[in-house]
T-cell receptor, first 114, second 115 residues
Framework: DQQVKQNSPSLSVQEGRISILNCDYT??????FLWYKKYPAEGPTFLIS?????DKNEDGRFTVFLNKSAKHLSLHIVPSQPGDSAVYFC?????????????FGTGTRLKVLA | EPEVTQTPSHQVTQMGQEVILRCVPI?????FYWYRQILGQKVEFLVS????????KSEIFDDQFSVERPDGSNFTLKIRSTKLEDSAMYFC?????????????FGEGSWLTVV
């Protein structure tokens, strides 16, 4: 099941610079997307969401962009901080399909270098 | 800030034994979920639960698995006869809404090792 893909397994960024994490999906029925941050041996921590009726959502240092025609979303972290080093997952769901489940990507490990 | 809590944090069990993983969802949430992550793999949906019944389950959630809300606060996942391939991190989650833009909040996870 490769409906949600995060093609970059890892990313390194200098502290203070922008981190851009990408996510692609194949199911055009997906209409709600979440980004999570996860530290080893801990549960995913919710960061930010976006509905398919929007193309951008911002919360502090985190901004998510959605390009529906390209079936692509990205998470921007500005400025990046060493504490942002973690694995980031995108997850997608389709409320209109009547499903409760989220499909997760494989994650991107972000390392912010001090 | 309210959070989902899970116990135990780590359990080692013999193959064939029954395991119960426990969760206390966020208090005003109505929808409850179990997900799991096998080491090195994706987070996968197992089951969703609302109004004291399963609302959706994945193909992973076979007859060996069951969920229950035994009282007003706990939500449990039972694996009846564990297999080696059940070794994974199991995450409980909850949300206030079900469909239509529900943000789900995860617990810290229960790491299950089947030997």
């Amino acid at each position: 099941d490769q409906q949600v893909k995060q093609n970059s397994p890892s990313l390194s960024v200098q502290e203070g610079r922008i981190s851009i994490l990408n996510c692609d999906y194949t199911n055009s029925m997906f209409d709600y997307f979440l980004w999570y941050k996860k530290y080893p041996a801990e549960g995913p921590t919710f960061l930010i969401s976006i509905s398919s009726i929007k193309d951008k959502n911002e919360d502090g240092r985190f901004t998510v962009f959605l390009n529906k025609s390209a079936k692509h979303l990205s998470l921007h972290i500005v400025p990046s901080q060493p504490g942002d080093s973690a694995v980031y997952f995108c997850a997608a769901s389709s409320a209109t399909s009547g499903t409760y489940k989220y499909i997760f990507g494989t994650g991107t490990r972000l390392k912010v270098l001090a | 800030e309210p959070e989902v809590t899970q116990t135990p944090s780590h359990q080692v069990t013999q193959m064939g034994q029954e395991v119960i993983l426990r969760c206390v969802p966020i208090s005003n949430h109505l929808y409850f979920y179990w997900y799991r992550q096998i080491l090195g793999q994706k987070v996968e949906f197992l089951v969703s639960f609302y109004n004291n019944e399963i609302s959706e389950k994945s193909e992973i959630f076979d007859d060996q698995f069951s969920v229950e809300r035994p009282d007003g606060s706990n939500f449990t996942l039972k694996i009846r006869s564990t297999k080696l391939e059940d070794s994974a991190m199991y995450f409980c989650a909850s949300s206030r809404q079900g469909l239509a833009g529900n943000t789900i909040y995860f617990g810290e996870g229960s790491w299950l090792t089947v030997v």
